[in-house]
């Protein structure tokens, strides 16, 4: 069926580690056993979501495949080189989402592109949404104060915490880069921190002078998520590049994937890129800015949950539901 080839598994934002086999790699085997509140899982999480008409996607549907109007390519729905709908779909019938903060998605140089859900979110959040396809990654070394990354590790925290955890961190930082102008050593040019380490710097100096926090509240402010789009035994490479170290990690509240092609033997749990981005904003939306969720990003999820009807049906129409 062509439209399998448009998406792969998110692998790596989840509370509850997946089941692991000897000789994997070392993080997965040290991810926390504290697995946050399950999300209830009795009912479809896709059925109730505000989203544009997919009237344009059934009709596309219909037709088959259409050419990219930029690089000619045959694709169905959109081009995930490209970003663009092919020819067939209007670009205004495909609703655009504004995203409170900007996301950078690392791709895998060795993913198949149609395999992806990265572009999803490229498509519907063009402004917000850059994709890198690693190793070129942008250095965040003098932003790490305002940026998350998604992944599991014994550092990480839940989202409603986060930014609480940027600011300690910038507490820390800055206290730190005081006092190394003060030390004979250099300063280490990538500094591994932990949230605890932050704390204690926290508390044994707070008598820095409120200019300092003036600083810190200025700057302490979230602006970009990053997301890794990989299958979980390539992301090893990207996570342990020396440009993500000392980002604060973030893991998700376990949820269950609505994604079809996640692998016999894998849990549920795990995640496509794109519903990993859309929980991320869910949460964000609800325990940061504090607001009720109305559905603000559910279009993120406008391919998504149409591809996921198709394969529903797909399979009942098979006799394998
Ligand atoms: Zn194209």
């Known amino acids: 069926m062509k439209i399998k080839t448009f998406m792969q598994e998110y692998k790596m934002s989840q509370k509850t580690p997946p089941p692991i086999k000897e000789g994997e790699d070392e993080k997965c085997n040290s991810r926390p056993e504290n697995p946050q509140s399950i999300a209830p ?12 008409s997919q009237e344009v996607l059934e009709k596309a549907q219909q037709n088959g495949r259409s050419r990219c109007p930029k690089c000619t390519a045959s694709r169905m729905f959109y081009c995930y080189t490209c970003y663009v709908p092919v020819e067939a779909v209007p670009i205004g019938e495909i609703p655009r989402v504004k995203l409170p903060l900007k996301i950078d998605i690392i791709k895998h140089p060795n993913e198949t592109d149609g395999k992806s859900t990265a572009a999803h979110a490229k498509m519907l959040a063009h402004e917000d949404v850059t994709i890198y396809t690693y190793p070129c990654i942008p250095e965040y070394e003098d932003q790490k ?3 998350l990354l998604v992944f599991p590790g014994p550092d990480s925290v839940s989202v409603a915490n986060s930014v609480m955890c940027l600011q300690k961190y910038m507490k820390s930082n800055i206290h730190s880069t005081l006092d190394d102008d003060f030390a004979d050593e250099p300063t280490p040019k990538h500094r591994k921190h932990s949230f605890q380490d932050a704390e204690a710097s926290n508390e044994t100096k707070l008598s820095r002078s409120n200019k300092d926090q003036e600083q810190i509240k200025m700057k302490a402010k979230l ?20 440009r993500l170290q000392g980002l604060v990690q973030v893991e998700l509240t376990t949820r269950k994937t609505c994604f079809w092609r996640h692998q016999k ?6 995640l496509s890129t794109i519903e990993a981005i859309y929980y991320f904003l869910k949460d964000y939306h609800m325990h940061i800015l504090k607001k009720d969720y109305e559905g603000e990003y559910d279009n993120l999820l406008f391919f998504f949950s149409f591809m996921c009807k198709l394969v529903k049906k797909a399979k009942q129409s098979a006799g394998k539901l």
């Open 41 to 52: 899982c009795n009912e479809d999480p896709l059925q109730n979501l505000h989203l544009a």
């Open 145 to 147: 104060h305002e940026i």
């Open 223 to 242: 602006k970009t998520v990053v997301f890794i789009d990989s299958t979980w035994n390539q992301t090893n490479k990207i996570i342990s590049d020396e």
């Open 265 to 270: 033997g894998k849990p549920d749990t795990y």
